[in-house]
């Protein structure tokens, strides 16, 4: 890869890297027009060039090396499964006929490796008495040497064979899987079914991790030591970690009661698992996970098939009975935070470590759920909190959950100049506070490729968008565009249409996310027998586990609508790769957790997002404010750190009042204003506060 980057980049680069004080145009005029050409001449040849000396072919030279340099270390393969190139396949055939070596060689691999070591030892010597000329001229002591050795490596054949190593190895050696160039197809369908497992081998075996800071978070070196030496059984997890997913589950198990904030899509639940995992392989009995209804299915499957342990749903009508269970059996219960509320924990049982997924639900100290939480930590060994989003709004709401776990360390965050102190607020939550990105650690992820689609109302949907300001609602407003039902009349679904039928025809799979049922209703009769299903709030957790199964598992292209809400959180839909957001939502984070769904790892090929928007309208509005929000929570939770911890940090709650908003409601009711204004609509009655809301 980094030669063709080098035969493709114009020689004039090097007088970049040079700051221009090399004459190139000698060495261009004889014909060496790209880096890669220039490099592969050598400075001799380039010497020879009349009007180029000594020092200039020199300094070529020395400075296309140091371009291809800087272009290896930043260069990561990631395999094209569209264009399929012949080096990726070869590349995958061979991970391929590696991973079905070490599946052979695996359960014979203690035997052997003590029988290589056995005769590494005498090989040497054994070797010398094979050739009678070799013992000829060596004299008693090697001689000696020589005949003790080949009585050794006799005597180690004879007890290999004796015991069955020997045959095994033969065994093993017989059923090597071999490569076939006419299984091409199957290959890279292998690939996008195993993306993970692919992807996970070729990092391991080129050392590939990504950077050792990224990887650690950030923290500091005497925290990232300390995790470090903490040991980590897997013996009960049946899939490979992920380096920094393995700092991740000795971080939780090193500081006991933490937040692991990975970025959407890091694979926060095996994380989790990995914890668990450990403490139960070191006799620990009971486990507990709490979440929202709609991924307690999916934690359940990931207990049964990334684990070794069992799962123990407590959840609807067999909820109680299967708590008598897991009480009396142990293994890992999973239960929602409604479930939870009549569920207490048992004097009986020692829960090893509590996990609450989604955090962000308990972010309201006086919310009955946060209670329900609480009381369950209380009771735990352990408690790891999982969320890529926590914070939303206020920064004071993160130092909430804070205190759910480390309480003297929320006592250190007090209320300060939310505009000046965002290095001192992540310092101080460092040490209970864990977040890695994807572009940090997941270096062979595919592009997020964005793009907003600006289309203009036509006659139809306009009439609708004027009427829904008029009467000033907002919810009105934002789906107008669609109100019209048809391509022909609406600007906005004619654009998804478009998109739908070109990505279709790349064999493409489609997510299309829309916060309101009405609108994917419409998509739905639009799209009609393309549509393979669709997922609302309605829709029970098993359901929707098994719609999503089924959009993963159908051969070919499909597409799967999805209330943003229902669909953006927990469920994995990484078999798509375009993602259609019918219109901006309030929160940044709403989208970026939907679009990880898919942009997660195991995602073998680019996501393409569209963000669906007409100018001039409410979108536009929506769009500013989304802006200023995001910004803020890169400001101030996107990294994890721990330094010196200071005694004052802050609270950025005013900071929506500093911008001039001073609520949701009150930033719709000014979109409203400015809308009728812009409409001309003035005279006509304003929107009240139901309208509004």
Excluded at 232 to 261: E, W
Excluded at 288 to 302: D, K, L, Y
Excluded at 396 to 422: M, S, Y
Excluded at 425 to 434: C, D, E, I
């Amino acid at each position: 890869m980094v030669a063709e980057q080098l035969l493709a980049m114009p020689i004039g680069r090097i007088r970049e890297t040079t700051e221009g004080r090399l004459r190139l145009g000698p060495i261009e005029a004889a014909g060496y027009r790209t880096v890669g050409q220039a490099a592969a001449a050598g400075a001799r040849r380039l010497e020879a060039i009349p009007g180029v000396g000594a020092h200039t072919a020199t300094q070529v030279v020395a400075a296309a090396h140091q371009i291809r340099a800087a272009l290896t270390k930043a260069t990561r393969l990631r395999f094209d499964p569209d264009r399929q190139p012949s080096h990726h396949t070869a590349l995958l055939g061979a991970l391929s006929a590696y991973e079905g070596a070490e599946q052979v060689v695996a359960p014979i691999r203690e035997g052997i490796t003590g029988l290589a070591s056995e005769f590494d030892a005498v090989l040497e010597d054994a070797t010398r008495g094979a050739s009678r000329l070799k013992m000829l001229f060596s004299g008693r002591a090697r001689r000696d040497r020589a005949r003790l050795a080949v009585e050794q490596l006799s005597a180690g054949i004879s007890r290999a064979e004796a015991d069955g190593r020997i045959a095994a190895l033969h065994a093993a050696l017989a059923t090597l899987p071999a490569g076939d160039p006419n299984e091409q197809p199957a290959l890279w369908q292998d690939y996008r079914h195993r993306t993970v497992a692919y992807n996970g081998l070729l990092i391991e075996i080129a050392e590939l991790e990504p950077d050792q800071e990224a990887v650690e978070g950030f923290v500091p070196s005497e925290i990232a030591s300390a995790v470090h030496r903490h040991p980590l059984d897997t013996s009960l997890l049946t899939v490979s970690l992920r380096g920094y997913q393995a700092f991740g589950a000795k971080f939780a198990l090193t500081q006991d009661r933490v937040i692991v904030g990975d970025e959407m899509g890091l694979g926060k639940t095996v994380e989790a698992l990995a914890a668990i995992g450990h403490l139960h392989a070191q006799d620990a009995t009971h486990s507990f996970v709490v979440c929202p209804a709609s991924v307690v299915v999916n934690w359940t499957n990931e207990v049964r098939h990334k684990t070794r342990l069992r799962p123990h749903r407590l959840h609807g009508s067999e909820r109680e009975q299967s708590f008598k269970t897991w009480r009396r059996t142990g293994g890992v219960a999973v239960t929602t935070y409604d479930s939870l509320r009549s569920l207490d924990p048992p004097a009986d049982v020692t829960i090893a470590l509590l996990v609450v997924d989604e955090a962000h639900y308990v972010k309201n100290p006086d919310a009955q759920r946060t209670r329900h939480v609480r009381r369950w930590i209380a009771a735990a060994n352990r408690t790891l909190f999982l969320t890529g989003t926590p914070m939303e709004n206020r920064v004071d709401e993160f130092k909430t959950l804070i205190g759910h776990l480390q309480p003297a360390v929320a006592q250190r965050v007090r209320t300060v100049d939310g505009l000046l102190g965002a290095d001192r607020f992540r310092n101080l939550v460092a040490p209970v506070y864990l977040r890695r990105n994807q572009t940090d650690v997941l270096e062979e992820l595919p592009p997020r490729i964005q793009t907003d689609d600006w289309v203009e109302f036509v006659a139809d949907d306009f009439a609708a968008y004027r009427a829904a300001v008029a009467s000033g609602n907002f919810m009105s407003m934002r789906r107008a565009a669609y109100v019209s039902g048809s391509p022909d009349t609406s600007a906005r679904l004619r654009r998804l249409v478009e998109i739908v039928e070109e990505a279709l025809s790349n064999d493409r799979k489609i997510v299309v996310f829309s916060f309101f049922r009405d609108v994917l209703a419409t998509v739905g009769s639009t799209l009609g027998d393309a549509v393979a299903g669709t997922i609302t709030g309605s829709v029970n957790p098993a359901e929707r586990q098994r719609l999503v199964d089924k959009f993963t598992q159908q051969a070919g292209p499909g597409v799967l609508v999805s209330q943003i809400e229902a669909g953006g959180v927990g469920l994995n839909l990484q078999a798509a790769s375009v993602v259609i957001l019918t219109e901006p939502q309030w929160k940044s984070t709403t989208e970026d957790q939907a679009v990880a769904r898919c942009h997660r790892m195991g995602q073998a090929r680019p996501v393409e997002v569209h963000r669906l928007l007409v100018p001039d309208s409410v979108d536009e509005r929506m769009l500013e404010a989304l802006g200023r929000k995001a910004a803020l929570f890169d400001e101030y939770v996107r990294k994890s750190e721990l330094t010196q911890a200071s005694a004052v940090a802050v609270d950025v709650s005013d900071i929506p009042t500093v911008d001039g908003v001073a609520s949701q409601t009150e930033a719709e009711r000014r979109i409203i204003e400015v809308e009728r204004k812009r409409l001309g609509l003035d005279d006509q009655p304003g929107p009240t506060l139901a309208a509004v809301t």
